[in-house]
């Protein structure tokens, strides 16, 4: 039997009271593959996120991770199951070192192994020299990144990136850009929302297009970017600026 898709989403849909956030959505997302998500504001990115990683509960259909009913669960069991998210705003614990924020993530803090592998992170993510820095003190592009590093201590199988890349300079979005394609090269599924069509382009395999809540079009960076709804709803204001 072949390997179930690291996240298979079934008919899930999300309202708050008459207002119907995501429309039924279906989409499967496998190992080694980097999914984006695009869209305009409001059209119901972060909430399907939310229904992704039991944040949110769906209003229906059915969320699977590893071939696992995961509906209805609460984020630690998202979490437990090989899930990693980053929020729309990062949030890491500013009064600990840059190094204690990716110990804390592993359920075994503190030991030689996890010391180890934060600094094969802190390293790949550009942050070994601020290490023993307080998370106060680095800047908005690099609390981002540090986000994805303690994520990455959990050896995710699946990894939620929402707006990671959102008011970070080009080279951390390099560096960003890199991770992602690394862990992606060792398996890792990726499904990430982001407004910059070159990091799409760069890192995505598949687009899905948002809008209203609903998926208009799918599929590679240039037969979406080329699609007229694509284009009427989200590109067009881009391409006349
Ligand atoms: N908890 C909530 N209660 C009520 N309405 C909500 C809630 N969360 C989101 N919404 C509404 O659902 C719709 C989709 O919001 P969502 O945050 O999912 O959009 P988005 O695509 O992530 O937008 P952005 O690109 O601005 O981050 C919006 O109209 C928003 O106001
Ligand atoms: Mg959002």
């Not at 804390?104 to 600094?119: F, L």
Request: aromatic share 4%; charged share 20%.
């Amino acid at each position: 039997m072949s390997e179930p898709a690291v996240l298979a989403v079934e008919e899930v849909s999300r309202s708050f009271g008459k207002l119907q956030a995501v429309q039924p959505i279906n989409l499967a997302v496998h190992a080694g593959q980097v999914t984006g998500i695009i869209g305009p504001n409001g059209s119901g990115k972060t909430t399907l996120f939310n229904c992704l990683s039991g944040v949110l509960r769906p209003s229906s259909g059915r969320v699977l991770l590893r071939g696992e009913n995961m509906t209805g669960k609460r984020p630690h069991l998202f979490a437990r199951k090989g899930l990693g998210r980053t929020f729309q705003i990062a949030t890491p614990f500013l009064s600990m070192s840059v190094l204690e924020n990716l110990l804390v993530a592993e359920a075994v803090a503190d030991t030689d192994a996890s010391r180890q592998k934060a600094a094969c992170i802190l390293e790949r993510l550009r942050l070994t020299r601020l290490s023993d820095q307080s998370a106060g003190n680095l800047s908005g592009g690099q609390m981002k990144l540090l986000e994805l590093g303690r994520i990455l201590m959990c050896d995710p199988v699946l990894v939620l990136l929402d707006e990671i890349g959102a008011g970070v300079h080009p080279n951390l979005k390099n560096v960003i850009a890199e991770s992602v394609r690394h862990y992606r090269d060792q398996g890792v599924a990726f499904l990430l929302i982001e407004h910059d069509m070159e990091f799409i382009q760069d890192v995505c395999d598949d687009i899905i297009v948002m809008a209203y809540g609903e998926v208009i079009a799918r599929g590679r960076f240039d037969e979406v970017t080329r699609h007229p709804r694509v284009i009427d709803s989200y590109l067009g204001a881009e391409l006349e600026t």
